[in-house]
């Protein structure tokens, strides 16, 4: 089992609906939760960061996490065709462990116009 | 800089070579990462170094991979013995200080392809 888990997908949805997006982690000593979005060719890129239970918004994204049940997801409002990318989960250890971070395979989502 | 650079975009080289890939921080970030994707699959931890010195060389596969900071800013990491399986894309990651909750920079990664 691997430690980040996400479904491959692909994950498809009309313009204008809600993406969600789903992320379960093994360590339960996770302290911070981030999610990339990565297009097809490019480097990762930070989107939404989450160390607290609950939600997190940020425009038309929210984070939520819940640690009882080592998940976390994203969902994205109002979906663009530009929101069509893989999206990484990314867990940290800990203080220990600083900014190393254990990544999921991402789950790639397409918004068809 | 204004973001993290890394060179070259593409190398190909023939198995059993060596290789450099170098990686340039953003300007006064202390802490430096590798990560290692393949095709399909998320960026895999290699090693992190806080100033010039690593502090987590615990995703190094093996002995033929090596990295250096010197000068606490830019970074190589260097394969000795390359084997195909090598061939992925190499990404290089900066933070401010190394803190368990920063945000990472990455870079737009190195292609390499082992023949």
């Known amino acids: 089992q691997k430690e980040v888990e996400q479904n491959s997908g692909p994950l498809s949805v009309p313009e204008g609906a809600i993406a969600s997006l789903n992320c379960t982690y093994s360590?339960?000593?996770?302290?911070?939760f981030f999610w990339y979005r990565q297009y097809s060719g490019k480097s990762p890129e930070l989107i939404m960061f989450?160390?607290?239970?609950g939600d997190k918004e940020d425009g038309r994204f929210t984070a939520q996490l819940n640690k009882a049940s080592q998940y976390v997801s994203l969902l994205i409002r109002d979906s663009q065709p530009s929101d069509s990318a893989t999206y990484l989960c990314?867990?940290?250890?800990?203080?220990?462990?600083?900014?190393?971070?254990?990544f999921g395979d991402g789950t790639t989502l397409t918004v068809k116009p | 800089g204004a973001g993290v650079s890394q060179t070259p975009s593409n190398k190909v080289t023939e198995k059993g070579k060596y290789v450099e890939l170098r990686c340039d921080p953003i300007s006064g970030h202390t802490a430096l990462y590798w990560y290692r994707q393949s095709l399909g699959q998320g960026p895999e931890f290699l090693i992190y170094f806080q100033g010039t010195g690593a502090a987590d060389d615990s995703g190094l596969p093996n002995d033929r991979f090596f990295a250096v900071r010197p000068e606490g800013s830019v970074s190589t990491l260097k394969i000795q013995r390359t084997e195909r399986g090598d061939s992925a894309v190499y990404l290089c990651a900066s933070s401010l200080n190394g803190g368990a909750n920063e945000k990472l920079f990455f870079g737009s990664g190195t292609q390499l392809s082992v023949l």
């Open positions: 989450i160390y607290s239970n």
């Open positions: 360590d339960r000593g996770s302290q911070s």
């Open positions: 990314a867990v940290n250890a800990g203080a220990t462990n600083a900014g190393k971070s254990t």
